[in-house]
């Protein structure tokens, strides 16, 4: 599976973005499709994931009711929504898709798109 994430942007704070990743190569639908960021100096930390139906979606505390996680199998596609942004949001943003049905962990990911910037200006 190819990964190629966008969206990725300059927004102020308690703005919003919609973040984009789209696949190609094996069955998309197969996967459980994850966002993880990383911001400068720092690991790289999970987001969100959403299961290969759509029907079960999680996230960290740090983005809960915030973010939301989305996937159209149709256009092989997953998004994240992204609203009322802080400037602690700011990190380069990775789509990754695991086989396992619940993954929050990076090892459980065994493709990753290139990574897309997300700045929120204070």
């Known amino acids: 599976v190819q990964l190629q994430a966008s969206g990725g942007g300059l927004v102020q704070a308690g703005g919003y973005l919609r973040l984009s990743c789209a696949a190609s190569?094996?069955?998309?639908?197969?996967?459980?499709m994850g966002w993880f960021r990383q911001a400068p100096g720092k690991d790289r930390d999970f987001v969100a994931f959403?299961?290969?139906?759509?029907?079960?979606?999680y996230y960290a505390d740090s983005v809960k009711g915030r973010f939301t996680i989305s996937r159209d199998n149709a256009k092989n596609t997953v998004y994240m929504q992204m609203n009322s942004l802080k400037p602690e949001d700011t990190a380069v943003y990775y789509c990754?898709?695991?086989?396992?049905?619940?993954?929050?962990?990076?090892?459980?990911?065994?493709?990753w798109g290139q990574g897309t910037q997300v700045t929120v200006s204070s």
């Open positions: 990754a898709a695991a086989v396992s049905r619940q993954a929050t962990v990076q090892t459980q990911y065994v493709y």
């Open positions: 190569g094996r069955t998309f639908s197969g996967y459980t």
């Open positions: 959403v299961s290969w139906s759509g029907g079960i979606t």
